[in-house]
T-cell receptor
Framework: GIQVEQSPPDLILQEGANSTLRCNFS?????LQWFHQNPWGQLINLFY???GTKQNGRLSATTVATERYSLLYISSSQTTDSGVYFC???????????FGAGTTVTVRA | KAGVTQTPRYLIKTRGQQVTLSCSPI?????VSWYQQTPGQGLQFLFE???????NKGNFPGRFSGRQFSNSRSEMNVSTLELGDSALYLC?????????????FGAGTRLSVL
């Protein structure tokens, strides 16, 4: 299956700071999603972004499919942004999402 | 439109027992997938159902099984529970499970095996 690597594994930010999370994947994909896992465990959809750039408020994401990576940007971070961020991909001939190990973000007030 | 609903949210069982978890997908979605999340192994695929048929299965023992009903609701069952089955079980629904379909996840069922 597709290998997904996320970096960094941990990120500690001061409130108001900006950050970039990276997701590398090993093969072409039909689907790439970014999720935020809340403290209760639910995976909240942030972006569906197999290619291109999208923005939603303080969050934006870019996927460069030809180079097999995606970036998630968090601007003006808030304490509510804390949690684990997952990148997940579905390969061209695949039936299951392959997840990265996640980036744990801690935003301090 | 209601999201993906998983019940129960929390379960405590003892070794050797069996457990059944339920997942109701978003209306109109026909694919339901199940994932297990543990601190050591991360998120791992269990199986996927589409139109009452198991289409795909991950690398889990036969103690893990599931089914899907005609209304697309799905259940997964774990028999002869082991301590290592303690995990967060997440279900995801999508229109048809393949290709460019967004997957939506439920809140999960947290299973503790004592």
């Amino acid at each position: 299956g597709i290998q997904v690597e996320q970096s960094p594994p941990d990120l500690i930010l001061q409130e108001g700071a900006n950050s970039t999370l990276r997701c590398n994947f090993s093969d072409s994909v039909n689907n790439l999603q970014w999720f935020h896992q809340n403290p209760w465990g639910q995976l909240i959809n942030l972006f569906y972004i197999p290619s291109g750039t999208k923005q939603n408020g303080r969050l934006s994401a870019t996927t460069v499919a030809t180079e097999r990576y995606s970036l998630l940007y968090i601007s003006s971070s808030q304490t509510t942004d804390s949690g684990v961020y997952f990148c997940a991909v579905l390969g061209s001939n695949d039936y299951k999402l392959s997840f990265g190990a996640g980036t744990t973000v801690t935003v301090r007030a | 439109k209601a999201g993906v609903t998983q019940t129960p949210r929390y379960l405590i069982k003892t070794r050797g027992q069996q457990v059944t978890l339920s997942c109701s997908p978003i209306s109109g979605h026909r694919s339901v997938s199940w994932y297990q999340q543990t601190p050591g192994q991360g998120l791992q695929f269990l199986f996927e159902y589409f139109s009452e048929t198991q289409r795909n299965k991950g690398n889990f023992p036969g103690r893990f099984s599931g089914r899907q009903f005609s209304n697309s609701r799905s259940e997964m069952n774990v028999s002869t529970l082991e301590l290592g089955d303690s995990a967060l079980y997440l279900c995801a629904s999508s229109l048809n499970g393949y290709g460019k379909n967004i997957q939506y996840f439920g809140a999960g069922t947290r299973l503790s095996v004592l």
